[in-house]
């Protein structure tokens, strides 16, 4: 009798409230990933900002130069 219990339950329509509860949990995931990606691209910009001041820094010490 047991095993028929979890098939049926299985195979029963979710509630609204498991409905609910499914897509809160996904919208949250979601979010983290989202943000995590935010991170990462604002990573990238500050790495390059950095490193153009950098290249900006080498290119005035070099044109200045005599060959």
């Known amino acids: 009798m047991k095993l028929f219990e979890l098939f049926k339950d299985k ?5 609204p409230l498991e ?3 499914k ?3 996904e919208a949250q ?3 983290l990933q989202a943000e995590t990606a ?3 691209a604002e ?3 500050m ?3 950095v490193r153009i001041e950098r290249l900006n820094e080498y290119l005035v ?3 200045g130069e005599k060959k």
């Open 11 to 15: 195979l029963r329509d979710p509630t």
């Open 19 to 21: 409905v609910v509860s």
């Open 23 to 25: 897509e809160l949990a």
């Open 29 to 31: 995931l979601e979010m």
């Open 38 to 40: 935010v991170d990462y």
């Open 43 to 45: 990573s990238i910009v």
């Open 47 to 49: 790495y390059n900002k």
């Open 61 to 63: 010490k070099f044109s």
